[in-house]
């Protein structure tokens, strides 16, 4: 179940959302038993002439099976204009965790739910979108560059990775930083109803990521990805 409330004040947009989930779990080897935990929270973007400014802030609670759940997430985004073809966006983004070495039973680890995980946190979904859950949580501080050479509109987003909670390995804490990825975007207008969009992306990965993820040499190895993408989109027809 849920609530959304969205409204817009002259270049402020802004909303509310309030959502129970339940999920089933082993209550007992004969027993499936059906516990709620609830998202609330609010999201805003304020468009103006040149600044784009846009925050998001979501909290969690409830409870996940027989675990009870305490955790959150914050982000900000601010975009200016410097000139009518150069752009850049500067962001930070919050996702709550915990200790690798816990024993706390809390599920202190933000979930964002039925969202489009893959536009968030890097192209190359490390986290949230692979075996991120109940994990350390992350900060993500990003820079984000828009800008046009000839008819291709470039973009490059660095990301710089690294966890707000404690990453142990042999019973030794590892360092916060996780790495640093790098995603290209171009986009070319073939015609007016087609796109054609190539992208790229390179992850430089720390030895705490290993730790953290798996696997043996991870951050010797090349970790990348590239795609080409062709959007054809027509107008059928119009009233």
């Known amino acids: 179940q849920y609530a959304w409330y969205h409204s817009n004040i002259k270049k402020l947009n802004f909303s509310l959302l309030a959502m ?3 999920r089933e779990f082993v209550k007992t080897p004969t027993e499936i038993g059906l516990n709620y935990f609830q998202t609330f ?10 600044m784009v400014v846009d925050y998001s802030l979501y909290g969690q609670t409830g409870k996940i099976g027989n675990n009870t759940v305490s955790a959150w997430e914050a982000a900000v985004n601010l975009g200016y204009a410097f000139t009518p073809k150069f752009k850049a966006t500067l962001g930070y983004e919050f996702l709550s965790g ?7 039973t809390v599920v202190k680890s933000f979930a964002p739910l039925f969202g489009t995980n893959h536009a968030f946190n ?13 994990s350390v949580g992350l900060n993500d501080l990003t820079l984000k560059l828009e800008f046009p ?6 973009s490059i987003a660095p990301h710089l990775f690294s966890a707000p909670n404690k ?10 930083y996780l790495g640093t990825e790098i995603d290209l975007t171009a986009v070319y207008k073939v015609y007016k109803d087609i796109t054609l969009i190539a992208g790229y992306s390179q992850m430089f990965a720390s030895d705490s990521m290993v730790v953290l993820k798996g696997g043996t040499g991870l951050n010797d190895t090349t970790n990348n990805w590239a795609y080409l993408m062709v959007n054809i989109n027509p107008q059928v027809f119009s009233t």
Request: no cysteine; proline share 0%; charged share 20%.
């Open 20 to 22: 129970n989930v339940g």
């Open 41 to 50: 929270g609010t999201y805003a973007k304020y468009e103006g002439t040149k």
């Open 98 to 104: 915990k200790d690798q070495n816990s024993t706390s």
């Open 122 to 134: 890097g192209f190359m979904d490390y986290f949230y979108v692979g075996n991120h859950a109940n």
């Open 149 to 154: 050479i000839k008819k291709v509109n470039l």
């Open 167 to 176: 990453i142990v390995s042999g019973g030794v804490e590892q360092d916060a």
